[in-house]
C-alpha cells in the first residue's frame, strides 16, 4: 500500500512539471500568432485607441516571459483570463461546459472498454472461424474509419432512414433537466430518482458515444485477441488443460487476466483518440461541451479560451493515464510501480 | 581484388535477405492486398490530370448545368453542388493526403530519430532529461488537440496543417529510438565500436541506427495512415486545405451539409479516405509480420 501511495505521489509531482511545461508551450504557441490579437478579437472596424487598451489589459506590450507571469498568476488563481470573442470569464465557460464533455468522454470510455474487450474476447476464443474472421474485418474498419464519418453515417442512419435516436443536444427540448449535482445529467437523474430523463438524456449520448467509442474500441479488440490467441499457446495453459480443468475456467480464470494487460496499457492512449475527436464529434451532434466550446474557440482565434481548453484537456489525460497506470500495475503484480513506463 | 569479391558476396546476402523477407511478406494474402492497393492509390494519383474524367473539377470550377447530380455513367460518383465531379476531386483530394503523409513523415522522422538517438546513447546525462522531459510534455496532451491548437493559431493552410501535425507527432519517434538505443548502447558492438576510437557520429549512425531500423520503417508504414486520418480530421472542421483545393477531409463536411438527399457528395470521400487508411494499415501490419516487431 505504502508503495501505491509512493507512485502516486511520484506521479502527481510529475504531472505538475508536465502541466507547467504543456502551459508554457501552449502559451508559446499562442503568443507566436502572426498579427495582433487584440485587433482580432475587436474586429476590423475598433477604433485604435480601444485596441490598444485591449493590449495593455493582456499586456501583449510587454515581453513573452513577462505575459506568461501574469497569465500564470492568473491561472494558478482558476483565472484564465476573459474570453476574447464572447467577453466572459473563461474559467467560468470552462465549468459550464466541462461536465457535458466529461459524460460523453465517460460513457465512450465505458464503450469502448466493455465492447472492445467483449469482440476480443470472442475473436480470441473463436480464433481463426468465420466469428473471428467477422470481428476481425469489423474492428479493421473501425480502426480506418475517422470518427467524424463514424458520426455523419449514424446520423444518416438512425435519425433520417430510421428515424429513432435523437441527434442534437443531451436532452430533448421540453424536458426538464434535474437539478444540477454534478453537472453529469445521467448520474443527477439517477441521484434525483428521474429515470425518464435519464432514459432520455441515455438516448441522446448513444450515437456520439459510440462514434467516439467506435475507433478505439477496435483496437482494443485487436489488441485483446492477439494476446489471448498468444497466451493461449503458454505452457501454463497446457498444463491446466491437461489437469482437466473446464475450458470455461481456464478462460475466465486464468486466461484472460493476463491477456487484459496489454488492453489496458493501451487504454491510456486510446482515451487520448476519444478527447481528441471529441471536437469534431461534438461539433457535428451540437454536444453543448468544453470540446466544441473549445472548437468554436479555436476557429475564432480566441487565444485566452484555447489555452485554458487544452490545458484543462492536458490534466484529464493525465488523471486517465495515472488511473490506467494503476489499473495495470493491480492486473500484473510484476510491474513494479515505481518503475518508469515507457508507454504513458 | 579481395575487397571486390568481398562485396559482392556482401550485395548477394542482402540480395538474399531481402528475397526471403519478400517471400515472408507475400505469403500474407492481407499485406499483399495492401501493397496492390499503395500501387493502385499511387497510380490514379500520380496520374490524376491524365486519368481522371473531368481534370478541370479540380481547382475554381463552376457548372450549374450539372449540378448535384446523382451518381451516373457520366460521373461515377456524381456532382457535387458546383457540379463539381466527385471523382476527379477524390484523385486530387487522395493526392493532396498521400503529399501530406509523406511530407509529415519527413519532417519528423529525421528529427525525432537523431533526438531519439542523442537521447539514448546519453542516458543519465542532462542531454537526455532535457530531450526526454520534452517529449513528456508534447506527449501530455492528446496529437488532434495539439494539431488542432497549432492550426488555430496559424493561417489554415495546408502547409500550415503539415506542420501542426508534425509538431504533435515527432515526441513518438524519439521515444521509440530512445527505447531501443537505451538497451543497444551496452551491447557488444558498440563497446567494441567505443574502445578502436570510432567517432560519436559513426557509432551513432553507422552502429547503432542500422539496428533500428526495422522499428522506424514499421512505425513509417503504419504512421502514414494515421496523419492522412488526423489531416482529414483537421480539414474537416476548416483548418486545413482551403478551397477549392479538393480535399478529402473538408469534402466531407461540404457534402455534409447535403445529407441525407445527396449523400454522393460526402460518402465517397469517406470511402477514399477509409481506403487509403486501410492500405496503409495493412501494408504496415505485413511489414511488421515480416521485420518481426513487437506489437505496440
Known amino acids: 500500500m505504502g508503495k ?48 490598444e487598451r485591449l493590449r495593455e489589459e493582456m499586456h501583449l506590450n510587454e515581453p513573452l516571459y513577462v505575459q506568461y507571469y501574469y497569465w500564470a498568476k492568473g491561472a494558478l488563481h482558476g483565472n484564465f483570463g476573459i474570453s476574447l470573442v464572447t467577453r466572459r470569464s473563461v474559467a467560468n465557460d470552462i465549468k459550464a461546459f466541462f461536465p457535458a464533455s466529461l459524460e460523453l468522454a465517460l460513457y465512450a470510455g465505458i464503450f469502448m472498454g466493455i465492447i472492445g474487450i467483449v469482440l476480443g474476447t470472442i475473436s480470441g476464443w473463436y480464433a481463426n472461424t468465420w466469428v473471428d474472421n467477422l470481428v476481425r474485418i469489423i474492428s479493421y474498419m473501425g480502426i480506418v474509419t475517422p470518427s467524424f464519418v463514424f458520426a455523419i453515417f449514424f446520423v444518416l442512419i438512425f435519425s433520417y432512414v430510421l428515424e429513432i435516436l435523437p441527434t442534437i443536444g443531451r436532452l430533448t427540448p421540453g424536458v426538464v433537466p434535474p437539478p444540477s449535482v454534478t453537472g453529469v445529467i445521467t448520474f443527477d437523474a439517477l441521484i434525483t430518482g428521474r429515470f425518464d430523463v435519464f432514459f432520455d438524456a441515455l438516448k441522446h449520448l448513444l450515437l456520439p458515444a459510440i462514434s467516439l467509442a467506435m475507433g478505439p474500441l477496435s483496437q482494443e479488440a485487436r489488441i485483446t485477441r492477439a494476446s489471448l490467441v498468444d497466451n493461449v499457446q503458454k505452457d501454463y495453459i497446457a498444463s491446466e488443460r491437461s489437469c482437466g480443468i473446464p475450458e470455461r475456467t481456464i478462460m475466465f480464470k486464468y486466461l484472460l487476466k493476463p491477456s487484459l494487460i496489454p488492453t489496458i496499457t493501451i487504454y491510456g492512449l486510446d482515451f487520448a483518440s476519444i478527447l481528441g475527436n471529441a471536437f469534431l464529434v461534438e461539433l457535428i451532434f451540437n454536444w453543448p461541451g468544453l470540446s466544441r466550446y473549445g472548437m468554436n474557440a479555436m476557429l475564432q482565434k480566441d487565444l485566452n479560451a484555447i489555452t485554458a481548453v487544452v490545458l484543462v484537456l492536458g490534466l484529464v489525460f493525465i488523471i486517465a493515464n495515472i488511473v490506467v497506470d494503476l489499473t495495470v500495475g493491480y492486473l500484473d503484480p510484476r510491474i513494479g510501480l515505481g518503475t518508469e513506463r515507457s508507454s504513458e | 581484388m579481395q575487397k571486390k569479391s568481398l562485396t559482392q558476396e556482401e550485395l548477394s546476402r542482402r540480395w538474399e535477405n531481402i528475397r526471403r523477407n519478400w517471400y515472408k511478406f507475400s505469403r500474407n494474402p492481407l499485406s499483399i492486398t495492401g501493397l496492390v492497393m499503395i500501387c493502385i492509390i499511387l497510380f490514379f494519383t500520380i496520374f490524376a490530370p491524365f486519368v481522371s474524367p473531368y481534370p478541370e473539377s479540380a481547382g475554381k470550377f463552376i457548372n450549374f448545368y450539372e449540378a448535384s447530380q446523382p451518381p451516373s455513367l457520366n460521373h461515377l460518383c456524381g456532382t457535387d453542388a458546383f457540379g463539381r465531379d466527385i471523382l476527379t476531386r477524390i484523385f486530387f483530394g487522395c493526392r493532396y493526403s498521400l503529399i501530406m503523409g509523406v511530407t509529415v513523415l519527413l519532417l519528423i522522422v529525421p528529427v525525432g530519430v537523431v533526438l531519439g538517438l542523442i537521447a539514448g546513447y546519453h542516458k543519465g546525462s542532462w542531454l537526455e532529461i532535457v530531450i526526454m522531459r520534452t517529449t513528456d510534455i508534447f506527449i501530455a496532451v492528446p496529437p488532434l488537440i495539439l494539431a488542432l491548437a497549432v492550426c488555430s493559431v496559424l493561417t489554415p493552410s495546408i502547409f500550415n496543417a503539415m506542420l501542426a501535425i508534425s509538431i504533435a507527432w515527432w515526441p513518438w519517434y524519439t521515444r521509440l529510438v530512445y527505447g531501443i538505443v537505451s538497451s543497444l548502447k551496452e551491447e557488444f558492438f558498440v563497446k567494441s565500436a567505443e574502445v578502436t576510437g570510432a567517432s560519436k557520429i559513426h557509432i551513432l549512425f553507422r552502429e547503432i541506427l542500422l539496428n533500428c531500423i526495422s522499428p522506424i520503417l514499421t512505425k513509417m508504414s503504419l504512421d502514414m495512415g494515421w496523419i492522412i486520418l488526423i489531416g482529414s480530421s483537421l480539414s474537416f472542421v476548416g483548418l486545413g486545405a482551403q478551397p477549392p483545393t479538393p480535399d478529402l477531409g473538408s469534402m466531407v463536411a461540404d457534402g455534409s451539409k447535403y445529407l441525407p438527399d445527396q449523400w454522393w457528395i460526402s460518402v465517397f470521400p469517406a470511402f477514399a479516405i477509409m481506403l487509403i487508411v486501410l492500405s496503409f494499415n495493412l501494408f504496415g501490419d505485413g511489414i511488421r509480420d515480416t521485420l518481426g516487431v513487437e506489437r505496440g
Not at chain 1, 511520484?10 to 502541466?19: G, M, P, T
Request: hydrophobic letters at 65%.
Open chain 1, 4 to 51: 501505491t501511495i509512493k507512485f502516486i505521489a511520484k506521479r502527481l509531482a510529475f504531472s505538475v512539471f508536465v502541466l507547467v511545461g504543456l502551459s508554457i508551450l501552449i502559451f508559446v504557441i499562442a503568443r507566436v500568432m502572426p498579427g495582433n490579437p487584440a485587433r482580432m478579437a475587436l474586429g476590423a472596424r475598433a477604433p485604435e485607441w480601444v485596441v
